[in-house]
């Protein structure tokens, strides 16, 4: 499985961008997606993501800025990002917890490349 992730940049402080992640290869079942992020010298934590089907979850810092997606037919996720702030500055990572076969009875864990945002002030 691959998640392959488009969309980081440089923008300024209160300015929008627009993150997708498209999942492709083995897959079954998408059981999470969603999306983390990690400052230079902070842990990755999580932004968004989808749990058990429709089911959201956001961050606290980014409730009410940020709205996550998808396109089930694409196996993609998107993630809006409005009103972004400096401290919003980090590698933004998608990740996907996968069934990859119906006969594989167990779920794996996949991360993306990785996708800079950087936001100025």
């Known amino acids: 499985v691959q998640l392959v992730e488009s969309g980081g940049g440089l923008v300024q402080a209160g300015g929008s961008l627009r993150l997708s992640c498209a999942a492709s290869?083995?897959?079954?079942?998408?059981?999470?997606m969603g999306w983390y992020r990690q400052a230079p010298g902070k842990q990755r934590d999580l932004v968004a993501r989808?749990?058990?089907?429709?089911?959201?979850d956001y961050a606290d810092s980014v409730k009410g800025r940020f709205a996550i997606s998808a396109d089930n037919a694409k196996n993609t996720v998107y993630l809006q990002m409005n009103s972004l702030k400096p401290e919003d500055t980090a590698i933004y990572y998608c990740?996907?917890?996968?069934?990859?076969?119906?006969?594989?009875?167990?779920?794996?864990?996949?991360w993306g490349q990785g996708t800079q945002v950087t936001v100025s002030s």
């Open positions: 989808f749990d058990s089907g429709d089911v959201t």
């Open positions: 990740y996907a917890n996968v069934r990859p076969s119906r006969l594989l009875k167990r779920d794996i864990d996949y």
């Open positions: 290869g083995s897959i079954f079942r998408i059981n999470t």
